[in-house]
């Protein structure tokens, strides 16, 4: 990291955990054992983003879609979630803000009032920002926002010209936090799979194909110098 400048440093950073399946299947082992290694290296990276003063973080865990995988397979990630829950309850001194986007009801009301809690109790956090995108779609995200537009017209708070874009961005799961730099796929595959959809309008997307568990810092660090060689436009010139 010591030879990338500071500013050229994306402010938010999101990563799709893929690759865990096939990272056990190559040595034989069930898809579960993929994703346990797959929540040791969201620890690693979460840690080292932090280190290195990445303001927001974005883990794409839980798709709205993923609710289809074998049972056996959801209820691994379930633990593995909830593991995570009851350790960030321990260890609030890491003060980081933790925000989950997407419908918290689907995990049932004993994890969604802890997830609740955690996004409360750790509000004020203003080192780094974690946000874990769980039973959370791009367009489920938008089709959320525009409910909550519907009803604010129904009840007369606000009328068609008051709908633009920054209305749109503040009434999604991310409402509040800046739009997303830079997109990390791992496992080769290349595309956004209804993540962020919104929110990486202008985001530089990056591909590897080393597998999620295997993700290294020193691969965030390619990645970073990567992002900090790119010339972002916004549609200027
Ligand atoms: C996609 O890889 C990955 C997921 C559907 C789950 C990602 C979740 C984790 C890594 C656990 C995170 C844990 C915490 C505590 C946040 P895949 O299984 O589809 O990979 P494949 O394409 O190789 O089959």
């Given at each position: 990291?010591?030879?990338?400048?500071?500013?050229?440093?994306?402010?938010?950073?999101?990563?799709?955990?893929?690759?865990?399946?096939?990272?056990?299947?190559?040595?034989?082992?069930?898809?579960?054992?993929?994703?346990?290694?797959?929540?040791?290296?969201?620890?690693?990276?979460?840690?080292?983003?932090?280190?290195?003063?990445?303001?927001?973080?974005?883990?794409?865990?839980?798709?709205?879609?993923?609710?289809?995988?074998?049972?056996?397979?959801?209820?691994?990630?379930?633990?593995?979630?909830?593991?995570?829950?009851?350790?960030?309850?321990?260890?609030?001194?890491?003060?980081?803000?933790?925000?989950?986007?997407?419908?918290?009801?689907?995990?049932?009301?004993?994890?969604?009032?802890?997830?609740?809690?955690?996004?409360?109790?750790?509000?004020?956090?203003?080192?780094?920002?974690?946000?874990?995108?769980?039973?959370?779609?791009?367009?489920?995200?938008?089709?959320?926002?525009?409910?909550?537009?519907?009803?604010?017209?129904?009840?007369?708070?606000?009328?068609?010209?008051?709908?633009?874009?920054?209305?749109?961005?503040?009434?999604?799961?991310?409402?509040?936090?800046?739009?997303?730099?830079?997109?990390i796929?791992?496992?080769?595959?290349?595309?956004?799979?209804?993540?962020?959809?919104?929110?990486?309008?202008?985001?530089?997307?990056y591909?590897?194909?080393?597998?999620?568990?295997?993700?290294?810092?020193?691969?965030l660090?390619k990645a970073l110098?990567d992002?900090?060689?790119?010339?972002?436009?916004?549609?200027?010139?």
């Amino acid at each position: 990291m010591s030879n990338i400048d500071k500013n050229k440093l994306p402010v938010h950073i999101g990563f799709i955990m893929d690759g865990n399946g096939r990272w056990a299947q190559k040595r034989g082992l069930p898809r579960k054992m993929g994703h346990r290694e797959g929540a040791s290296a969201f620890r690693r990276i979460a840690r080292y983003c932090k280190k290195i003063g990445i303001k927001y973080i974005t883990f794409y865990a839980f798709s709205t879609e993923n609710w289809k995988r074998p049972a056996d397979e959801v209820n691994e990630l379930m633990r593995l979630f909830k593991e995570y829950l009851d350790e960030v309850e321990k260890y609030a001194e890491d003060k980081t803000r933790l925000i989950f986007l997407g419908d918290k009801s689907a995990f049932g009301r004993e994890m969604a009032e802890k997830m609740t809690q955690l996004e409360e109790s750790s509000r004020d956090f203003d080192e780094m920002t974690l946000m874990l995108a769980m039973n959370y779609g791009g367009r489920d995200d938008i089709v959320h926002a525009i409910k909550r537009i519907v009803s604010m017209s129904d009840s007369k708070e606000i009328s068609c010209s008051d709908i633009n874009e920054s209305l749109v961005s503040s009434l999604l799961y991310t409402g509040g936090i800046p739009d997303v730099d830079l997109i990390i796929r791992p496992s080769g595959e290349k595309r956004i799979s209804n993540f962020l959809i919104w929110q990486s309008a202008y985001a530089e997307l990056y591909f590897t194909d080393t597998l999620w568990p295997d993700f290294t810092a020193n691969e965030l660090d390619k990645a970073l110098a990567d992002f900090a060689e790119r010339s972002r436009r916004f549609g200027g010139v």
